[in-house]
């Protein structure tokens, strides 16, 4: 299993990104999905997660309503369009999968907000 996260940056307050993680080596189709960020000092938290099918979405209170997850299975690839940003949401970006045994994580990427 591989996960590879991108799309990270520097953007002000009010800016936009958008999150991509590129899978492999497993059925990516047939796992639901999820994103979660760390901030410094902070426990890692769950940001959103996203069914299999792409049919059913949650979002963390604390994001509701800026971001948005999707993905494509044809491309194995799950997304995170983060809008409305704020400085509070400066984290690094971590995508997810896991099975009865184990989690399986990327290696994030850092998102910072500022101006």
């Known amino acids: 299993v591989q996960l590879v996260e991108s799309g990270g940056g520097l953007v002000q307050p009010g800016g936009s990104l958008r999150l991509s993680c590129v899978a492999s080596?497993?059925?990516?189709?047939?796992?639901?999905m999820r994103w979660f960020r760390q901030a410094p000092g902070k426990e890692r938290e769950l940001v959103a997660t996203i069914s299999s099918t792409g049919d059913r979405t949650t979002y963390a209170a604390s994001v509701k309503g800026r971001f948005t997850i999707s993905r494509d299975n044809a491309k194995n690839t799950m997304y995170l369009q983060l809008n409305s940003l704020k400085p509070e949401d400066t984290a690094v970006y971590y995508c997810?999968?896991?099975?009865?045994?184990?989690?399986?994580w990327g290696q994030g990427t850092q998102v910072t907000v500022s101006s």
């Open positions: 080596g497993f059925s990516f189709s047939t796992y639901d």
């Open positions: 997810n999968t896991w099975t009865l045994e184990r989690n399986y």
